[in-house]
């Protein structure tokens, strides 16, 4: 499975942004997509996740102000993020679990919220 990631930026304090992205290859395996986060000096951090069946997971701290969702169409999966704030600076990265387990991780994308 192969995971493109797209959509990062600068943003001011308050403002929005849509991450997406597509998987590819071996896909209908994949059970779970979603994002996390890694801001500097910290841990990868789960942002959200949502299930083939539809079944969204956020983290508290985006709760209310990230939306994520998915076309299983396009085998894309999409974070809306609104009212962002400083302390969203990260870098964002896609994954996928397939059934079995396994995880895929695409190339981060960087979100920068300046205030």
């Known amino acids: 499975v192969q995971l493109q990631a797209s959509g990062g930026g600068l943003v001011q304090a308050g403002g929005s942004l849509r991450l997406s992205c597509a998987a590819s290859?071996?896909?209908?395996?994949?059970?779970?997509m979603g994002w996390y986060r890694q801001a500097p000096g910290k841990q990868r951090e789960m942002v959200a996740a949502l299930t083939l069946g539809g079944s969204a997971n956020y983290a508290d701290s985006v709760k209310g102000r990230f939306t994520i969702s998915r076309d299983n169409a396009k085998n894309t999966v999409y974070l809306e993020m609104n009212s962002l704030k400083p302390e969203d600076t990260a870098v964002y990265y896609c994954?996928?679990?397939?059934?079995?387990?396994?995880?895929?991780w695409g190339q981060g994308t960087l979100v920068t919220v300046s205030s």
């Open positions: 290859g071996n896909i209908i395996n994949v059970n779970v």
């Open positions: 994954y996928a679990r397939g059934l079995d387990g396994t995880g895929y």
